[in-house]
C-alpha cells in the first residue's frame, strides 16, 4: 500500500504539470477564462458532491484547450462509434490536472473522438475533483505556487498534498456500472471494456485497476502517469502505457512496469525520446505523436480489435 501512496502523491506534481508543460509552452501557458461549453450527452452519474466546496464550476482555455475545475457533479459522455465500425471495445477516458482541474479537450474529447473513429466506444469521465479558490487569478497564483515550491531543493520543499481519491473512484465505478447497464443499447462487449487516463487520470485508472472490487477491466493505458512500482492484484489487465523521457517529472522510473512484469501479466512501455508532459494526441515534430498508432496495434494484437 505505501507503493501506491507514493504513487498517488506523485500524481499532484504530474498533473500540476500540464498548467506548466514542457518548455515549448511555456510562453502560452496564460489562463483565460471561458464560458462552460455545452454538453448535451453528458449523463450525470449521481454519485454526489464535494465537501467543502464553496465556488462553482468554471472553465478556462490555456493552449488552446478548454479546461474545467471546481467540479463537484461527476458526469460520463459517451462517444459511440458508427454502429458500421463498431467492434463491441470500450474505453473509459480520464482526462487529468493533478485532481484540481480537468484537460477536457486533448485529454477528453479529442482522444474520444479518435477512439470512435476506429470504431471503439469512448466514454470521456468529468469526475469530481479538489476545490480550488475561486477567482482565476487566485487559481493561476495557486499553480505558481506549487510549481516555485516543487523546484525547490528537496529538503526545502513543502509537503505534498496528500488526497484520498474516494469520490474520484466512487465516480469511475459509477462509470462502469453505467456502461454496463446500456452495454446492449450502445453495443458495449463488457469483456472488452478498458480505461485510459492521462496524467492524474492515469493515476485513476491505477486506482481503479488497483482498488476497486466493481470493475473489471479487460486492459488499461496509463498515458504519461506515475511510474512507481506497485503492488499487481492476480486479476490485473495487461496494460499500455505512454511517456516521454523529456518528461520533466519522469527521472527514470520504470518501477511500475517491472511490477507487471513480475507479475507476469501483459505490459508495453513506449518511452519517447520527446513529448514533454501533457501531449495528448501529440504536439508538433514530437516522436510521442505516434502513441496512439501503437496502441491500436497493441489492442490489435492482443485481440480486442480485428485487424
Not at 259 to 271: C, G, Q, R
Request: aromatic content about 10%; some cysteine; glycine content about 10%.
Amino acid at each position: 500500500m505505501q507503493r501506491q501512496l507514493n504513487v498517488f502523491l506523485k500524481l499532484l506534481v504530474l498533473g500540476l504539470a500540464c498548467l506548466n508543460g514542457a518548455a515549448t509552452f511555456a510562453q502560452d501557458g496564460k489562463m483565460y477564462p471561458i464560458e462552460a461549453p455545452k454538453e448535451p450527452n453528458a449523463i450525470p452519474l449521481g454519485t454526489g458532491g464535494v465537501d467543502d466546496q464553496p465556488a462553482k464550476e468554471s472553465w478556462f482555455r490555456q493552449w488552446g484547450d478548454p479546461m474545467a475545475r471546481n467540479i463537484s457533479t461527476a458526469t460520463l459522455t459517451p462517444f459511440l462509434a458508427d454502429p458500421k465500425k463498431a467492434n463491441g471495445t470500450s474505453v473509459i477516458v480520464a482526462p487529468g490536472g493533478g485532481f484540481m482541474w480537468l484537460s477536457m479537450g486533448n485529454e477528453g474529447w479529442e482522444v474520444a473522438e479518435a477512439l470512435a473513429a476506429k470504431g471503439i466506444n469512448a466514454f470521456v469521465l468529468k469526475y469530481r475533483l479538489q476545490p480550488t479558490v475561486d477567482s482565476l487569478e487566485g487559481f493561476e497564483n495557486q499553480m505558481n505556487q506549487r510549481f516555485a515550491d516543487a523546484a525547490k531543493p528537496a529538503n526545502e520543499r513543502p509537503a505534498r498534498p496528500q488526497w484520498n481519491l474516494k469520490n474520484q473512484l466512487e465516480d469511475a465505478e459509477a462509470a462502469y456500472a453505467l456502461i454496463n447497464s446500456r452495454a446492449k443499447e450502445w453495443n458495449v462487449d463488457m469483456k472488452k471494456i478498458g480505461m485510459m487516463g492521462f496524467s492524474a487520470g492515469a493515476g485513476l485508472t491505477m486506482a481503479t485497476t488497483l482498488q476497486s472490487k466493481k470493475v473489471e477491466l479487460a486492459f488499461i493505458a496509463p498515458i504519461y502517469g506515475g511510474m512507481d512500482a506497485v503492488e499487481v492484484p492476480k486479476n490485473a489487465p495487461p496494460m499500455f502505457v505512454a511517456i516521454a523521457s523529456d518528461d520533466f517529472l519522469f527521472h527514470g522510473e520504470t518501477g511500475l512496469i517491472k511490477s507487471w512484469y513480475d507479475a507476469k501479466i501483459p505490459v508495453e512501455l513506449h518511452l519517447y525520446q520527446n513529448g514533454g508532459h501533457g501531449f495528448g494526441l501529440g504536439n508538433p515534430d514530437r516522436t510521442s505523436n505516434k502513441w496512439f498508432d501503437s496502441f491500436m496495434y497493441w489492442l490489435e494484437v492482443n485481440g480486442f480489435i480485428k485487424p
